[in-house]
């Protein structure tokens, strides 16, 4: 059993403090000394000294310093103030903790050692209050940071008490302490109960408050858009609402007055969608002024993202196990967001962008499912996934705020994660929305694409990995065996994948040695580009008209089109389906008009 915890001592670091301009930068030395430096000479300062800085990097590139050895007090921030931002500059950190703005980089150098020690203090005080389970897991990560060498490791350990191994345990399996999202019976029906104007009106003067500026036309426009939200009469018709209005005339809360009313009313989600991951975030805060208290705005308002967007604990429990000295202090940094973030969003959510410029993407925005690698319901963390606990919490939400991406791909897919389909939908910046059904209801065919198709399906080949990256046998094997024809329809798409481009192909593609069919179509695609393309001598933004095509070209596509189609359903995808589609045509059949191609 390790000793209870000592008495916290607050322990500064004994370095200089580093501040650098665009011209010259200011050292605070171990005596209380200002110096001002050019920044050769704070170049050489830094790689002697290992000062305190506020954002390496950016000190790094100003200096013109690869890397040094540094204290960075964002670091400190994002122990002791997990899923909070700053901005990552001396006046930002020090404006948020409540310290007087810094008049000249001077105060800037001092102020960096004021913030250190009142967030070590806070760190103290925080500690003491937590619950014995929280204390310890801070501890715990706490212990583990320091004994892989974090430069702040002493003074964390020095405020939380620690003293010899006191502060080992399990801390960094955050997964352990989430909650599990729990399953609800499936939600009734929605209710059909229309919003009237007048209480459109009074919806939204109570969001704005008696001491609000009067603005009528945001009233009109919210009593307009009351429209949207009458019952249809006829299969298929559905109500629509085209509003304009100009800018200042507060069309957020004009349309959220009726919708929030809608939901209330009828028990079912409205989907308010925009262009944007910033602009979803904007209309996050923008709904403060509906659901003031925290807790409330939790339950019924959920923000909806692609899985891309958010952490994966398998991801995360991988980086954890590989144990590696250069990646605890990340490993431990994340595990603290971990236990402090709303919902695990990682872009555009309360993950600060620029840590992952302090710990690299790779431990970072890398732990986020961006290859489509997700194992669903055979994940050990599955019960306690973040987007699967959105996925239920959206449900039974009143708003769901979400992006056109999305709704266009779950549009695209026949409907939400469980084929249910929202009734309601509001589409702010909606001259965006026709781009992204281009996106969503179309194909786009590069040579990265398929590559990564190719490794999904087949797994990594000749890579020394220990990534769970599987191909799709492996994924599938213990599902093939429910199904009669699912081991021939698991052998038909691994033999097809052999099609798209392996290792290698660029290589292969510039020497004009392509070695599959998609290699062939893409080589002979990179032949006409380059071919009648301006500016030839950049191999950025090339771009051509697709007719007349080269010679093979046609053929290459249609040879293409046969293999991937053993890809698809067996139905209707088969290689005699595409052969029809083909050979059906008639000879004088030639292609629709097209936008150009690019290399």
């Known amino acids: ?53 506020c954002h390496m990097p950016a000190v790094a590139g100003r200096l013109g310093l690869d890397h040094f050895p540094a204290l960075d007090i964002l670091e400190l921030f994002a122990f002791v103030r997990p899923a909070r931002f700053c901005l990552p500059t001396p006046k930002g950190v020090m404006e948020a903790v409540g310290l007087a703005r810094a008049a000249d980089p001077e105060d800037e150098a001092e102020g960096l050692f004021r913030c250190a020690r009142m967030l070590l203090e806070e760190l103290a005080d925080a500690t003491r209050a937590d619950t014995a389970v929280r204390a310890a897991d801070t501890r715990s990560i706490a212990w583990a940071m320091a004994r892989a060498g974090w430069g702040w ?16 345990n399990n801390g960094l399996r955050v997964w352990e302490r989430l909650p599990e999202w729990s399953e609800h019976a499936p939600e009734p029906p929605p209710g059909n109960v229309p919003v009237e104007a007048e209480e459109a009106r009074k919806r939204l003067a109570a969001i704005l408050g008696p001491t609000a500026e009067q603005r009528p036309a945001q009233a009109d426009y919210a009593s307009a858009v009351t429209g949207a939200f009458i019952p249809r009469d006829h299969a298929g018709e559905p109500r629509m609402v085209l509003a304009e209005a100009g800018t200042g005339t507060g069309k957020t809360l004009g349309y959220i007055a009726p919708a929030s009313l809608w939901a209330e009313k009828n028990g079912a989600p409205v989907w308010i969608s925009t262009h944007t991951r910033n602009l979803q975030r904007q209309l996050d805060t923008e709904l403060d002024r509906l659901f003031p208290d925290p807790l409330e705005k939790a339950r019924r308002v959920v ?266 359903c067996r139905c209707c995808c088969s290689r005699a389906a595409w052969k029809r589609s083909w050979t059906t045509r008639p000879p004088t059949w030639t292609p629709p008009p097209a936008p150009a191609s690019k290399a």
């Open 1 to 53: 059993m390790s000793a209870p915890p000592a008495p916290p001592r607050i322990v500064l670091p004994h370095v200089p403090a580093l501040v650098t301009g665009v011209k010259g930068a200011v050292l605070l030395d171990t005596d209380g000394e200002f110096h001002r430096l050019s920044l050769a000479q704070a170049a050489a300062q830094a790689r002697d000294t290992a000062p305190l800085v």
């Open 153 to 168: 490791g002493t003074a964390v350990l020095a405020a939380l008490g620690i003293q010899g191994d006191g502060g080992r």
């Open 303 to 568: 923000v909806r993202k692609g899985r891309e967007n958010y952490v994966c604990l398998l991801n995360y429990e991988e980086q954890m196990m590989r144990n590696r000295p250069q990646e605890a202090v990340a490993t431990g940094l994340m595990a603290r967001w971990l236990l402090a973030t709303r919902d695990g969003d990682m872009v555009g959510g309360d993950f600060p962008g620029w840590l992952s410029d302090l710990l690299g993407r790779a431990r970072t925005l890398g732990l986020a499912d961006r290859r489509g690698e997700c194992i669903f319901s055979g994940c050990p963390h599955f019960n306690k996934c973040f987007i699967e606990k959105a996925v239920r919490r959206a449900r039974r939400a009143d708003i769901v705020v979400a992006n056109h991406a999305l709704v266009m791909v779950q549009a695209a897919l026949g409907g939400l994660d469980d084929a249910s389909q929202p009734t309601r939908l509001v589409f702010d910046e909606g001259h965006h929305v026709f781009d992204a059904a281009d996106g969503a209801f179309s194909t786009h065919l590069s040579g990265m694409e398929t590559t990564e198709v190719r490794r999904w399906l087949l797994g990594p080949e000749g890579e020394n990995t220990r990534s769970r990256a599987r191909g799709l046998k492996r994924r599938a094997e213990e599902l093939v065996g429910l199904a009669e024809e699912a081991p021939a329809a698991l052998d038909s798409a691994l033999a097809a994948a052999q099609a798209l481009p392996g290792p290698g192909w660029q290589n292969r593609i510039m020497d004009g040695a392509p070695g599959n069919p998609t290699e062939v179509f893409l080589s002979l695609v990179r032949q006409q580009v380059y071919a009648r393309a301006q500016g030839t001598d950049s191999p950025y933004s090339l771009e051509t008209e697709c007719r007349p095509m080269v010679d093979g070209l046609a053929e290459a596509a249609m040879a293409l089109a046969q293999s991937l189609g053993r890809l698809g």
